[in-house]
């Protein structure tokens, strides 16, 4: 059986997997080049904690946006290019809660793979159209920790 990386894989799969693959499906994605120059920062982006975290999670947004970018085009060629594609989109995404924004600690598991779902259904094409998706995604999980908390 093929892994989705829906909700109940998620859920069933060890972390470390979750983890290393990700990582891997991300590496292949993004250039090794182009992962330097968004991680490399100008010394005013340094000068304060505040302003470095900043940088680091802009770098993180553009990161996650590149790859979501490439999927489509990655996979392409492949004998079920939707399915395949959807998968290591919802992969991604999932590094992108869980790795990149550790937002595991405001919005549960199954939070994410609903608004993931939505997501899915009028993904962006491209890296531009995904660092606006990933933002606004980022907007919601505020919103929904916002109604976690008020219960």
């Not at 919601?140 to 908390?149: E, F, N, T, V, W």
Request: glycine residues 2%; proline residues 3%.
């Amino acid at each position: 059986m093929q892994r989705d990386y829906t909700l109940n894989c998620l859920l069933t799969m060890p972390r470390h997997e979750l983890e290393e693959f990700s990582q891997r499906i991300l590496s292949r994605m993004v250039p090794e080049d182009v992962m330097e120059e968004l991680f490399t920062f100008e010394p005013e982006e340094t000068q304060t904690a505040d302003r470095l975290r900043a940088a680091q999670f802009d770098a993180m947004l553009r990161m996650s946006a590149i790859a979501l970018g490439e999927v489509s085009s990655a996979f392409s060629g492949s004998e079920q290019a939707k399915q395949n594609t959807e998968r290591m989109t919802r992969l991604l995404l999932w590094h992108f809660y869980a790795m990149a924004f550790q937002m595991e600690e405001v919005v549960t598991l199954e939070q994410h793979c609903q608004e993931v779902e939505k997501l899915l259904k009028n993904a962006p094409s491209d890296t531009f159209g995904w660092i606006t998706s990933l933002t606004e995604l980022l907007h919601r999980y505020a919103s929904l920790s916002g109604h976690a908390s008020d219960s």
